[in-house]
């Protein structure tokens, strides 16, 4: 059985902004370390935000565009290689080491807050 690594309070987590977003376009990054796409995600009210994630191994990116994600969007900007991420898209980490995305399960407008 896996231990949480560290409890917060419940102030902590309402400092973490979570929304949803659709995938606008996916494109290769091959500047990256790790097998990984560029995805630019709208969030209505908050707009168009930028990343990169490693999901290359279970989605292409035919199949993420349109598709509805959560993704934490208060996050300072971070570089990866020559890219400016400007949020961070969530998913569940398997064993095999690749990432399932976290979707609502019924649409969602943009931009909708995770609680």
Do not use: H
């Amino acid at each position: 059985m896996m231990d949480v690594k560290e409890f917060i309070t419940w102030a902590d987590f309402e400092k973490i902004e979570m929304r949803t977003g659709t995938i606008l376009t996916a494109d290769d990054f091959p500047e990256a370390k790790n097998p990984s796409f560029k995805l630019r995600i709208d969030f209505g009210v908050l707009g168009v935000k930028k990343t990169s994630a490693q999901i290359t191994k279970l989605y292409s990116k035919e199949e993420l565009v349109g598709r509805q994600v959560v993704a934490v969007v208060n996050f300072p900007p971070k570089q990866i290689a020559n890219f400016m991420s400007e949020c961070l898209v969530l998913g569940a980490v398997n064993d095999k080491n690749e990432v399932i995305l976290l979707q609502p399960d019924k649409k969602t407008e943009n931009g909708q807050r995770i609680a």
